[in-house]
């Protein structure tokens, strides 16, 4: 092909691409870009912007709500991330056998990943209701006495870790389904033959070779975890007494309730940084446990 043939085809990709790149660049690198330098400013959005260095991110390291805050995120990240990798096998454990019902059964799952989280968080608000919820109206026939769900400080955030867990088992589950029935089945029957049990074949065959899987869904989950927002909005607004407040509550209300646009970059700032060390620490320790052979 002729330079001047070359050079035609790449215009016609860059005009193609071109939309796209404009659309790139305003709302992603403009807005890293702008949020970068309103970090190291005090604006309100009303008055000029002012630009106090550090200001911003020391204040926020050492005031008590930030430790308050990454506590509670933590928290979550401890209760959702370990319990949405173990449901997540074991549903995807169920669904690679054999069925005709399997297609039904993963459609079954699949449809909260459908849902939108406004209308997935309002009917989890309505379901842990302490007054007209069905939860506990179920576990009243048990004789037990229901918890306040969300207006308790010790239940709201395992209300929250309950409702995510519902939104996301479809996702992961399917995830780990596609791992399982891309492992050799060859590798099994060998180990029938050697004698091996079940939880034999599943820590020296079936974990080993979902462990990329487990992988990549552990960085999700993760990412994820330190991005909680919409479910704590619509069903505890950070409350109660800040037992729900996250980092992404707290930037969102910074910057759309108090106007403190600075602090808010500082804030989301903090929270990359974070993602970012999370994901470079998981990227380094996968080598030793992680196994892309199947």
């Known amino acids: 092909m002729s330079s001047k043939g070359n050079h035609k085809r790449n215009l016609t990709i860059f005009i193609f691409l071109l939309p796209t790149l404009i659309a790139f660049s305003i709302f992603s690198v403009f807005s890293i870009s702008f949020s970068f330098l309103l970090s190291f400013t005090d604006w309100d959005i009303l008055t000029e912007f002012n630009f106090i260095g550090f200001q911003n991110f020391i204040n926020i390291v050492q005031s008590q709500e ?54 997935a968080a309002m009917v989890w608000k309505w379901f842990l209701s302490p007054y007209y919820g069905p939860v506990n109206a179920l576990i009243g026939y048990f ?7 969300l207006y308790d400080p010790i239940w709201a955030m395992p209300a929250i870790v309950l409702a995510s867990l519902w939104k996301d088992l479809g996702f992961f589950s399917l995830i780990f389904l596609a791992g399982l029935q891309n492992i050799d089945p060859v590798y099994y029957e060998a180990a029938e033959i050697d004698g091996a049990t079940k939880i034999e074949k599943f820590k020296n065959i079936t974990f080993p070779l979902l462990s990329s899987s487990i992988f990549f869904v552990l960085i999700l989950t993760l990412i994820n975890s330190f991005q909680l927002f919409p479910q704590v ?8 007494y800040g037992a729900t407040q996250v ?31 999370v994901t470079i620490i998981q990227w380094k320790l996968q080598k030793r446990w992680v196994h892309y052979e199947s």
């Open 66 to 119: 930030f430790w308050r805050v990454l506590k509670n995120t933590l928290y979550y990240i401890a209760l959702y991330v370990p319990s949405i990798i173990f449901l997540s096998i074991g549903v995807a454990l169920l669904l690679n056998i054999k069925s005709k019902l399997n297609v039904v059964f993963r459609t079954i799952f699949f449809i909260p990943v459908l849902t939108s989280w406004v209308a």
């Open 247 to 277: 980092l992404m509550e707290r930037i969102y209300t910074y910057a759309f309730d108090y106007y403190e646009m600075g602090y808010a970059s500082a804030y989301s700032w903090i929270l990359f940084i974070f993602i970012l060390l």
């Open 233 to 240: 909005m619509i069903m505890t607004k950070g409350g109660p």
């Open 143 to 149: 004789g037990i006495q229901g918890p306040n769900w």
